[in-house]
C-alpha cells in the first residue's frame, strides 16, 4: 500500500498559499484492508475513507468511465491494480493531479507544475468533456486564482464552449450549480466566475437572466459604463473587495435582472425594472434550490436599491417604510447586508468605484434611533397604558419622530 498527498494541498504548496485541508490517495490497498486499519468509510458513490487519527480523507485509487447522461452517470473501478497516474489522469485540470510522495518528490504525469509556473488552468484530457460540472469548477479557480495571474487555457475554453454549445450543460442537477456558484461567490474576483462562463457560453444556459444584462444600455449620466451586464460584473467586484458576504454578492449579482426584459422603446430607460427583478429572481431561487436567506435578501435589494439610493431625498415616512419592509426591527442583519449590497451597486460603476456612500449612513441613522423606541418606553405606566392597536401606533408614531429627529441630525 502506498499513500500520496494529491490535489488541492500540493497545488497551494507550490503557489506558497495556505493549506487549509488535504487529501490523499491510497494506492494498492482494498476496502477491507482499510476497514481493518480503522479508516472510516464516507464515500458513497466510490470508496473514502477518513483517517482514524486525522480526519483528513484517503480515496482508493480509482478509473472513471462515462455510462451515462447527468451528474452521477460514471462507472467508477477502484482496485489495488490501479496506478497513482491512472488515478491522476481521471482528474479535471493539470494543476489538481499533481501528487506527493511521503518524502516530498513531485509526482506530475501531466504537466501540472508547467501550467503552474505558466499560470494555466488547463484540462488534463478529452474524457474533462464528460462532466459539464467542470465547466463551473474551471471558472471557480479562475475567480480564486485570478490575482495570481491565473487565466483559462485557450485549449480548455474552447472545449468549454464546445460542451456548452452542444448541450451538455443540460445535463446539470440544480444542485451542482448552486453549490459551485455560490462557492465562486466567496472567492476573491467572482466577477470572473460570471465573466469566464459567459466567454465560454455557459452563462446563457445556467444563467440566462443574467446572461441578457450584457449589451443592454444605461443612462451613462448615472452609469458611466453604460452596459447593465459590465455594472452587475463591477458591483459584483466592489462587493468583494469590500469583503461583503456571500449573500450579499448573490444580491448584487441579480439586483438588476429586471433590466433585461425592459422593451426596447423605452432603453436606456429602465421603468419599473425593481419589480421585475423580483420576479425573475424568485424564478431563478427556485429554480436552483437557492437557501432562503440568500433569495430573501436579493429580493430586498432587488425591490428596493433604487429608494436607498435616493435616502438623502426621502422624507421621514419613506425611510421608515424601508426600514420596515427590511423587517429591521427583528432582523438587524438584513439591514445592514442591504447596506452593504446597495454600497456595492453605487459604487460598481466606471470611476466611481471609490465615492462616498452617504446613504448608508443616513439609514443606519434613521434605523437606530427608531430601534430606541419599543413598547416599554411608549405605553405609559400602570393599567391605564396603551395597548393593542393604540399601542401600535403609538409605537409607529415615535419611531416616526426619532427618524425625523436623526434626518435633522444627519443633514445639519
Not at 451528474?71 to 501528487?99: K, M
Not at 452587475?232 to 435582472?257: I, P, Y
Not at 420576479?279 to 436552483?288: A, N, P, S, V
Not at 403609538?394 to 429627529?405: F, G, K, P, S, T
Request: aromatic share 6%; glycine share 8%; proline share 6%.
Amino acid at each position: 500500500m502506498q499513500i500520496y498527498l494529491v490535489g488541492g494541498a500540493v497545488r497551494d504548496r507550490l503557489l506558497g498559499l495556505p493549506v487549509r485541508e488535504r487529501d490523499w490517495v491510497v494506492v494498492g490497498s482494498t476496502p477491507d484492508q482499510m476497514d481493518a486499519l480503522g479508516y472510516r468509510r464516507v464515500g458513497r458513490d466510490f470508496p473514502v475513507y477518513l483517517h482514524p487519527e486525522t480526519q483528513e480523507e484517503y480515496a482508493l485509487a480509482r478509473t472513471e468511465r462515462k455510462t451515462r447522461p447527468g451528474y452521477r452517470g460514471f462507472e467508477l473501478h477502484a482496485a489495488p491494480s490501479v496506478t497513482l497516474e491512472e488515478d491522476l489522469q481521471r482528474r479535471d485540470l493539470t494543476i489538481n493531479a499533481i501528487a506527493q510522495t511521503a518524502d516530498g518528490e513531485l509526482i506530475d504525469p501531466v504537466g501540472g507544475c508547467r501550467h503552474l509556473e505558466a499560470r494555466l488552468l488547463h484540462h488534463v484530457s478529452d474524457a474533462f468533456r464528460e462532466d459539464p460540472v467542470r465547466i463551473l469548477r474551471v471558472a471557480r479557480f479562475a475567480a480564486r486564482f485570478h490575482a495570481l495571474g491565473f487565466r483559462v487555457a485557450p485549449a480548455t475554453l474552447g472545449l468549454m464552449r464546445e460542451m456548452a454549445e452542444g448541450g451538455e450543460l443540460t445535463a446539470l442537477v440544480p444542485e451542482r450549480v448552486w453549490q459551485e456558484t455560490v462557492s465562486a461567490l466567496g472567492e476573491p474576483r467572482p466577477d470572473v466566475y460570471v465573466q469566464v462562463l459567459r466567454d465560454c457560453g455557459a452563462l446563457r444556459v445556467v444563467f440566462p437572466e443574467i446572461d441578457v444584462l450584457f449589451g443592454v444600455p444605461q443612462p451613462a449620466q448615472w452609469h458611466p459604463e453604460v452596459d447593465t451586464g459590465v455594472h452587475v460584473l463591477l458591483a459584483l467586484r466592489q462587493a468583494a473587495e469590500l469583503a461583503f458576504s456571500t449573500e450579499v454578492r448573490f444580491a448584487v449579482l441579480v439586483h438588476d435582472l429586471g433590466k433585461g426584459t425592459t422593451p426596447k422603446a423605452e432603453l436606456p430607460r429602465h421603468v419599473g425594472h425593481e419589480q421585475r427583478s423580483v420576479d425573475l429572481g424568485l424564478t431563478m431561487c427556485q429554480r436552483l434550490a437557492v437557501p432562503n436567506r440568500f433569495r430573501d435578501l436579493a429580493v430586498a435589494v432587488a425591490r428596493s436599491h433604487g429608494l436607498c439610493h435616493r435616502a438623502l431625498e426621502l422624507r421621514p415616512d419613506t425611510l421608515l417604510r424601508l426600514i420596515e419592509s427590511l423587517d429591521g426591527f427583528r432582523r438587524g442583519q438584513r439591514v445592514t447586508e442591504f447596506l452593504d449590497a446597495c454600497e456595492a451597486d453605487a459604487r460598481g460603476r466606471t470611476g466611481l468605484e471609490s465615492r462616498p456612500y452617504p446613504q448608508r449612513e443616513l439609514v443606519l441613522a434613521a434605523w437606530q434611533a427608531a430601534l430606541t423606541v419599543n413598547a416599554r418606553t411608549v405605553a405609559g405606566p400602570g393599567d391605564a397604558g396603551l395597548s393593542g392597536e393604540a399601542l401600535g401606533g403609538a409605537i409607529r408614531e415615535a419611531r416616526l419622530a426619532a427618524v425625523a429627529a436623526a434626518r435633522e441630525r444627519f443633514s445639519s
